[in-house]
């Protein structure tokens, strides 16, 4: 069966104007193992978090940086993305919609199957390019990134308060939350949907 470990837990920090704290927020990281022996990481957070990340690998045994061999980023925010290269032999993914320049990185444009149970969905609305992660496991997992950046956004069904188009992202709310029985946010603790 997959399996789903949070290497880092993410934060957001806002002032007291509501603007983002850069130096104060950092993402999700998550690792997936499949049955078909691949190691995923999902999001790799940023730089500051290289020891923790590191830290959580040598917890969960048996997996090491040069284990990855994908990298899926569910969108080129520097907060998700600091440290890709800590993960030498992963092939990179991230939407064709993206602003980046991230070398070698696969450019999708739909949904895509990346190992058995494992997709990468298009969830617009954060970003233009920013996908979701769904995992078929002993549930149904979807690692949101920003779609669904805290507990909070699901709670109120309101858009990520960061959004290009704040229907679009509505509507990418709806399909990860119709897929999944956990998600996993971009800044908060994972929670059931129901």
């Not at 290289?50 to 284990?67: M, W």
């Not at 149970?117 to 954060?126: K, M």
Request: proline letters at 4%; a negative charge.
């Amino acid at each position: 069966m997959n399996s789903i470990d949070i290497l880092v837990l993410g934060h957001l920090e806002r002032d007291e104007d509501g603007s983002v704290i850069q130096s104060d927020t950092w993402s999700t990281s998550t690792l997936i193992r499949t049955d078909d022996g691949h190691n995923i990481v999902v999001d790799t957070s940023k730089d500051f978090m290289r020891a923790a990340i590191k830290t959580s690998l040598k917890q969960i045994g048996k997996v090491f940086p040069e284990d990855i061999d994908i990298i899926v980023l569910t969108h080129a925010h520097e907060d998700h993305i600091g440290n890709n290269d800590m993960f030498k032999n992963a092939k990179i993914y991230i939407h064709k919609d993206e602003v980046c320049d991230i070398d070698g990185a696969v450019r999708i444009d739909k949904e895509t199957e990346i190992a058995k149970g494992v997709r990468i969905v298009p969830t617009p609305g954060h970003s233009a390019g920013s996908v979701s992660v769904f995992v078929d496991s002993d549930r149904h997992y979807a690692i949101a990134g920003d779609a669904i950046p805290l507990k909070n956004n699901f709670v109120k069904r309101q858009a990520p308060r960061l959004n290009i188009d704040e229907a679009l992202a509505l509507e990418s709310m709806k399909k990860i939350v119709a897929y999944a029985d956990v998600i996993v946010p971009g800044h908060d603790q994972p929670f059931k949907t129901s």
